[in-house]
Structure formats: structure tokens, C-alpha cells
């Protein structure tokens, strides 16, 4: 990239790539099994690409988690954000596909995005 001139790149990840984040899930099963013994070394991957992107100056990355995603269609729902934590224990544990590709667009060229891992939801839980 540095060689292309370009910074911009959008990574798209999963809830609970925080290891410490993954207690706030919702669901005993989802919790102590799945996230555990299904998908648990791919979230620690991503936790792992998270960490070398912050150590980076020469990127302006936002690495975009979003909860289950669905097939439903684009909604105008309100994005729910949390910049701390891999997961928004206020919103839905599922989002539309749609809506995730309409969260990457809105910020695509949004600086306050910049530099950010950032988990985003919709609706209640």
C-alpha cells in the first residue's frame, strides 16, 4: 500500500475479538461453546491483526465488527457504536448484511473513523 500511495483500508471482523469481551455475550451456549470451542482461534486471528494495525502508522484502517450477520434487506436503522469493547451489549446480537456494507460506505471517507476497531450494532437486544 505504501508503494500504491494509498492509507485507506477497511477490515471486516466479528463481536468478541476481545477475549475479555466475550464474557458479555449473551446466551449460554453461544458463550461457553461456540465462541469457546468453534470460533474461538479465529477471533484471537483477528484479535492478532487488530493489534498489528494499532502498532501501524501508515494506515488509516477501520476494522468494522459487526454482530451475526443476516440476509436481510438495507434497513435505516440507527448504527449503535462502541470504540472499547468488541461487542454492543445495547443492540441486537444479529445485523443484515446490507446494513454492515451501508456502515462501510458512511465511513469510508469519515476521518473521525480513521484508526479505530470498532464493534456496531443495531436495534434492541
Known sequence: ???????????L???????ESRSKCRGFFLRNFFLKFF?????????????????TEHLDYTCI???HLLHGPVTDQKFKL?????????????INRADVARYM???LEDETSFRKV???????P
Open 82 to 94: 462502541n470504540d472499547t469493547e468488541s461487542c454492543v451489549p445495547d443492540a441486537a446480537q444479529a
Open 118 to 124: 470498532r464493534a456496531i450494532g443495531v436495534g434492541e
Open 105 to 107: 460506505l458512511d465511513v
Open 65 to 67: 465488527q459487526p454482530a
Open 1 to 11: 500500500m505504501l508503494e500504491a500511495g494509498k492509507r485507506r483500508v477497511i477490515f
Open 13 to 19: 471482523h466479528s463481536w468478541y475479538t476481545h477475549p
Open 39 to 55: 470460533i474461538g482461534k479465529t477471533l484471537d486471528g483477528m484479535r492478532m491483526s487488530e493489534e498489528y494495525l494499532e502498532s
